[in-house]
């Protein structure tokens, strides 16, 4: 079954602005993953983080993981017009590496 | 990470043809799959590719619409068969990384069915 919703935000912020997403999921996972694509093309791994741990940090990137709530959060710090892109986040459940992606936020960061 | 390249990346195809799609690694690979993202929605993941046995679809997808080969662990194969415009998608090819659960994927394959 599919999990990992985020709420299906259309961000449009301004370059040099911090933009958040979430992700939303509905049962017990082994690691989550951040994505971005941008214009329907491939999907480039941003983030993994396991479900024993509750932040981690790649350069502009900050997420977050709460397994309480069963959501978690991405943070990209002072924005740039090349992060316009859209953000999946993926649920691995079991760790057997199928993937199930949630609905995907739309970013606009505008020059 | 691993580098994966996919084949063709846009086509249009026929109503009732078939197309089949390939995906090349530049890494021997234990795990890869196949997802397809329908316009304006997220991904589905449709099977993993096996080496050397069949694939394992996901629930809602069925060989005889998808068949996947995987010959070998760099290389695999999905076809689109008899197709109908609800199949245009764009198809991706997945690997899990070297090392760790990382998931990498491909530039995706584009498919228009008019």
């Known amino acids: 079954s599919q999990q990992g919703e985020e709420d299906p935000q259309a961000l449009s912020i301004q370059e040099g602005e911090n933009a958040t997403m979430n992700c939303s999921y509905k049962?017990?996972?082994?690691?989550l993953q951040w994505y971005r694509q941008n214009s329907g093309r491939g999907l480039v791994h941003l983030i993994l983080?396991?479900?024993?741990?509750r932040e981690k940090h790649s350069g502009r990137l900050r997420v977050t993981l709460d397994t309480s709530k069963k959501s978690s959060s991405l943070l990209i710090t002072a924005s740039r017009a090349a992060d316009t892109a859209s953000y999946f986040c993926?649920?691995?459940?079991?760790?057997?590496?199928?993937?199930?992606f949630g609905k995907g936020n739309q970013v606009v960061v505008i020059p | 990470s691993a580098v994966i390249s996919q084949k063709p990346s846009r086509d249009i195809c026929q109503r009732g043809t078939s197309l089949t799609i390939q995906c090349q690694v530049d890494?021997?690979?234990?795990?890869m799959f196949w997802y397809r993202q329908q316009p304006g929605q997220s991904l589905t993941l449709i099977a993993t590719?096996?080496?050397?046995?069949?694939?394992?679809?996901e629930s809602g997808f069925v060989i005889d619409k998808f068949p996947i080969s995987r010959p070998n662990l760099t290389f695999s194969t999905l076809t689109v068969s008899n197709m109908s415009p609800e199949d245009s998608s764009i198809y991706l090819c997945?690997?899990?990384?070297?090392?760790?659960?990382?998931?990498?994927f491909g530039e995706g394959s584009w498919l228009t069915v008019v």
């Open positions: 993926a649920t691995d459940r079991y760790g057997n590496n199928r993937l199930a």
């Open positions: 590719a096996n080496q050397g046995s069949e694939a394992t679809y």
């Open positions: 997945s690997v899990r990384g070297s090392s760790g659960n990382t998931i990498y």
């Open positions: 049962t017990s996972i082994n690691n």
């Open positions: 890494s021997q690979v234990t795990m």
């Open positions: 983080i396991r479900s024993n741990e």
